[in-house]
């Protein structure tokens, strides 16, 4: 194992019959992520998101910059208002830099409701959206119908990070102080039933790592000053990460050398990659993408099985984040690095 004076994590690469250990370095830093909201009469209200009475209401986070991949949800959520659940749109983008809350009435629950939601939002934003994700496999159909109408690239996708964190702050901090909670309700419905019973489907061979590795990285990598950001991650992507992460934890992740990572990467982009996971059972490394496929990458040994437990531990620590980097080498720069967060199903 190579050692250094400044943190170092060891990577544990494995093939069917070798392993290999690398490092990796880190600096300490620190982040926030204020928010400034407005109701639908576009009145600034200076205090964090709160219980509100308001049909719409809109949080700006003018720390980041906006982007023109949005996120959507459409679904009922703990409360009841009388005698009926509490139904609401939830609209960001994958920055976080905005949030739109829209309730609706439970008659009101429709295609055309929904995609009049997303016109008045998209009127109203500054960065126009291409994409809209969703990831909610029991309003497909609805949600699917409203963008179809609507001139973005809809996409049914987990990579709803930062939809995601959103819902679970509002099931921790909003949803318990509003009237009508029912803490019974808590936990949606992500994905659709039949997906429970999924098989991951065998690589293609020429999409194939010839060693991968279980790698781990402080968080503050990932925080405003750290080695990881948008310049150097080829044709990855970073989730957003919760500015309240300790920076000396570290994040679980994965590395793939192959003398293929550019044609391996350029695959990964095109799909809306979603996270990893170690079925210990089965023994056998998973990658996930869109909304219900999922590939197998590796089967592990003795060893490598006990490496993915501390893998999915970490990840658990951490609120499912993980990465993947697909490289040559373990001294070449990504073809391709994700930061990725692996969604609650009981959103």
């Known amino acids: 194992m190579v050692s250094s004076a400044s943190t170092a994590v060891a990577l544990l690469f494995f093939t ?30 200076l205090h964090s998101e709160a219980p509100s009475s308001s ?36 609209i960001t983008d994958s920055t976080g830099s905005f949030r739109l809350c829209e309730t609706l009435p439970s008659n009101k629950v429709n295609s055309r409701e929904l995609r009049r939601v997303v016109d008045e939002a998209i009127e109203n934003a500054k960065v126009k ?45 909003v949803y318990p102080a509003m009237e009508g909670y029912r803490a019974s309700m808590v936990g949606g419905s992500g994905r ?44 990855g992507r970073l989730c957003p990460m919760d500015p309240n992460l300790p920076a000396d934890e570290f994040v679980q992740g994965i590395v793939i050398l192959t003398n293929r990572a550019e044609a391996l990467a350029s ?36 060893v490598q099985r006990e490496e993915a437990a501390a893998f999915e531990e970490g990840k658990d620590k951490l609120n499912g ?3 993947v980097s697909v490289q040559d080498d373990d001294e070449s720069d990504p073809a391709g690095f994700w930061l990725l967060r692996a969604i609650p199903d009981n959103l």
């Not at 409360?79 to 659940?85: E, L, Q, R, S």
């Not at 909610?136 to 973005?152: P, Q, T």
């Not at 999924?198 to 020429?206: F, Q, S």
């Open 16 to 45: 069917v019959s070798a392993l290999q250990c690398i490092s990796m370095a880190a600096a300490l830093v620190s982040n926030s992520l204020p928010f400034r909201m407005t109701n639908n009469n576009n009145n600034i209200l």
């Open 129 to 173: 959206p291409n994409i809209v994700r969703f990831f909610r496999g029991a309003m497909f159909n609805m949600i699917n119908i409203a963008l179809s109408e609507i001139d973005v690239i809809a996409k049914p996708s987990r990579c709803t990070f930062a939809l995601a964190q959103w819902i679970e702050e509002r099931n921790r901090n």
């Open 192 to 235: 659709a039933s039949f997906l429970d019973v999924r098989t991951p489907i065998k690589l293609p061979d020429a999409l194939r790592g010839e060693k991968y590795a279980f790698v781990a990285l402080p968080v503050a990598e990932f925080l405003e000053g750290g080695g990881i950001n948008n310049e150097n991650i080829g044709v």
């Open 55 to 90: 049909s719409t209401v809109t949080t700006t986070n003018f720390n980041v910059k906006p982007s023109d991949e949005w996120e959507l949800d459409c679904y009922s959520r703990p409360v009841m208002v009388d005698g009926k659940k509490l139904w609401e749109v939830l």
């Open 321 to 323: 984040l993980h990465f």
């Open 267 to 302: 695959w990964l982009a095109g799909t809306e990659l979603s996270g990893f996971y170690a079925d210990l059972r089965k023994r056998t490394l998973v990658m996930e993408t869109d909304i219900e496929n999922q590939y197998l990458m590796a089967k592990l040994n003795d």
